[in-house]
């Protein structure tokens, strides 16, 4: 079948999966069965996840239905771009799936990849609808002379696509990267005679950082063809799974919205950063979407430290900012970072609110011990602890008083949360 066969049939099945579940040209309603199917077949999918009882999701209703009518009446590619909703009451699992914990929540599919970022812009129908087109905009730069690539935006990383056309299943694959990794890297492409000198072996991508471009990594070395693994790659290079926050770039990402697993640490200490990426990398790869992974200089981040209690005697810190309070990993860093599935643990305990409910109203039934492997002997002081009733803990000898975490210190530099937006924890 030829490339443009497969896209018309695409079109024609996402048109069928639209019909079926959109009477009227409201926006599409997702389910399990065929959540996959609809934003997979579509470009840009602006989701609406919701709660019938939450009054703000009421309001937003009929107008998020009203822009997925008019987008579907002025795009020319009926199905590239998809309004859709989630009743998370209904479809718990898919909204677990994607860690929605407020009401309502509009995120932006790529691909069927869900970005970080939400649309926290104004809520009316032309608003929502020029957003939509926004996303849609061409994500790949042609270049008509390689002398070009030498005015690169140093600031800037960037994705280079040498192509003989932009018929071949390496080129399709390469597009639909750049559709969905646009906003961390510039893509650009040269085609047919003006990238001929670089197409000796064949067609090719590369990976330019104007800090690294001598590395010798930074050519694409598998089929263009396999998208799984040239998203891959150039996810590693776009986005690394754990950054560095700086007070240069902390409003951005607190612009992305994502609560911060932030690892504090002094500048002399390489060994605990290094051991917190490789920790991420081997079970908590999976949360990228969800959490920003980060590192930072605990000596130049002093006031968060005060705020939780600590100073830079006390490096290293572990620590989430949920934009809302921030919680101290409850255990040694060194020894836990060490120990698999501690720190998967306190992500998980994040987005089921357990963090947030244990300060407000006591632990929870102690789960299943994970022995933390010391070689100070100074394990975590309840690793030996049975479970114990939520009845019982104020009976305990030496119970603690239950307080409020800390606030966050990063919220401030977010968007403004007058948002029509009922968060979980308001509940």
Not at 25 to 44: C, H, M, P, R, T
Not at 371 to 383: A, M, P, Y
Request: aromatic share 8%; glycine share 6%; charged share 25%.
């Amino acid at each position: 079948m030829k490339g443009d066969e497969m896209q018309l049939l695409l079109a024609l099945i996402l048109m069928t999966l639209v019909g079926k579940h959109n009477v009227g040209g409201e926006a599409v309603s997702l389910n399990l069965e065929n959540a996959d199917s609809v934003l997979k077949s579509s470009d840009i999918a602006v989701v609406n996840f919701y709660a019938d009882w939450c009054r703000f999701s009421q309001i937003l209703a009929p107008t998020f239905d009203e822009a997925g009518k008019k987008i579907q009446e002025e795009i020319s590619a009926p199905g590239s771009i998809v309004f859709a909703k989630v009743d998370c009451d209904r479809e718990g699992t898919l909204a677990a799936r994607y860690r929605i914990n407020k009401y309502p929540t509009l995120k932006i599919f790529r691909g069927g990849v869900m970005m970080k970022k939400e649309y926290r812009g104004q809520r009316s129908v032309d608003a929502l609808v020029q957003f939509a087109k926004d996303e849609a905009r061409p994500a790949i730069q042609d270049v008509d002379s390689l002398d070009q690539l030498k005015t690169f935006d140093t600031k800037k990383l960037h994705i280079i696509g040498y192509f003989d056309n932009r018929e071949s299943d390496g080129y399709r694959s390469f597009a639909r990267v750049a559709s969905i990794l646009r906003d961390d890297c510039q893509f650009h492409s040269a085609i047919g005679p003006v990238s001929a000198s670089e197409r000796l072996n064949g067609d090719r991508v590369n990976f330019y950082s104007p800090t690294d471009a001598a590395s010798p990594n930074n050519q694409y070395a598998l089929a263009l063809n396999d998208f799984d693994s040239l998203y891959k790659w150039t996810t590693e290079k776009c986005t690394p799974l754990v950054r560095e926050i700086t007070f240069e770039n902390a409003e951005e990402l607190t612009e992305e919205g994502l609560p911060f697993v932030i690892l504090f640490h002094h500048p002399d200490d390489t060994s605990t950063p290094s051991d917190f990426k490789n920790r991420v990398q081997q079970e908590a790869a999976s949360e990228k979407a969800s959490v920003n992974f980060l590192v930072a200089d605990g000596l130049k981040f002093a006031h968060p430290l005060h705020h939780l209690g600590k100073s830079s005697k006390d490096l290293p810190i572990l620590a989430i900012d949920s934009f809302r309070h921030m919680y101290v990993f409850p255990h040694p860093v060194k020894d836990g970072l060490n120990t698999p599935g501690l720190l998967k643990r306190f992500i998980e305990d994040l987005h089921s609110g357990k963090l947030h409910r244990e300060f407000h109203h006591g632990p929870d039934p102690t789960p299943p011990a994970i022995e933390v492997v010391s070689s100070n002997n100074q394990g975590d002081g309840d690793s030996n602890t049975k479970n114990i009733p939520r009845d019982d803990v104020k009976s305990r000898p030496q119970a603690q008083k239950i307080t409020s975490p800390p606030e966050s210190t990063f919220r401030k530099l977010g968007p403004s949360r007058n948002r029509y937006t009922i968060l979980r924890d308001e509940l």
